[in-house]
């Protein structure tokens, strides 16, 4: 699903990552974890396409495309339609409901209206918000922003999601919950997840933890 080599980013002189290789296999739900500064957020963002490393020597593959080639035009295109995002804020938009922030990922792809708006329903549905389509953010629970959040990542029916501390902003039962979520989906629709978090619990659930430190990423640990 992902294969990255000798991704390196700099800031300045800082230097954040220093050639880190990963590899994430369909299915997989993985799980980053590592003390602040590591690079965590910065290997995610890069992965996720929203920048690129620093060398020209590196090689970034999702689902089998090679992303070092692609333009910014067509790497926007390829993250809209194949990458999910999860942030620990929900970015979600506040003039908009719950239906057409889901959506929205559809809509900018040029999907025909109702069609969007019916996955995005049955999406909805399925994370147990049907009840809260029509209504707008401010009119939402954290927990329940947090999973219009997820649905607005699975819209497109990504290859991979990528979540940055996604219980971050949550307390301990809808963090416990919204974990709970990602096993779901990933035993219902193989759905592919990888997830930098500081949250024990999350990473323990995982298939698998990669630990950063100082821009690199150590050995991985097996959770079943």
Same mark, same amino acid.
């Given at each position: 699903m992902i294969v990255a080599r000798n991704i390196k980013k700099y800031f300045g002189n800082l230097e954040v990552l220093k050639g880190v290789d990963i590899e994430i296999s369909p299915g997989e739900i993985v799980s980053i974890v590592g003390p602040s500064g590591a690079g965590k957020s910065t290997l995610l963002h890069i992965i996720g396409t929203l920048m690129r490393p620093s060398n020209n020597d590196y090689m970034l593959k999702i689902n089998g495309t090679d992303l070092h080639k692609l333009s910014d035009k067509k790497l926007s295109v390829f993250r809209n339609k194949h990458i999910g995002f999860v942030f620990q804020f929900h970015h979600l938009l506040p003039e908009f409901n719950a239906m057409e922030n889901v959506a929205m990922?559809?809509?900018?792809?040029?999907? /025909?209206?109702?069609?969007?708006? /019916?996955?995005?329903?049955?999406?909805?549905?399925?994370?147990?918000? /049907?009840?809260? &389509?029509?209504?707008?953010?401010?009119?939402?629970?954290?927990?329940?922003?947090?999973?219009? &959040?997820? &649905?607005?990542?699975?819209?497109?029916?990504?290859?991979?999601?990528?979540a940055d501390e996604p219980s971050g902003n949550l307390d301990s039962q809808n963090a416990r919950h919204l974990h709970e979520l990602f096993l779901k989906l990933k035993d219902e629709t193989g759905q592919t997840f990888l997830i930098v978090t500081h949250n024990k619990e999350l990473a323990t659930m995982s298939d698998r933890i990669l630990r950063m430190q100082d821009g690199y990423v150590l050995q991985g640990e097996l959770n079943k």
């Open positions: 990922p559809a809509y900018i792809a040029g999907q /025909k209206k109702s069609t969007a708006d /019916k996955r995005a329903l049955s999406l909805l549905t399925m994370l147990g918000l /049907k009840q809260r &389509a029509l209504h707008r953010p401010s009119e939402l629970s954290g927990g329940e922003q947090q999973r219009v &959040a997820v &649905a607005r990542a699975l819209m497109n029916r990504p290859a991979i999601v990528l």
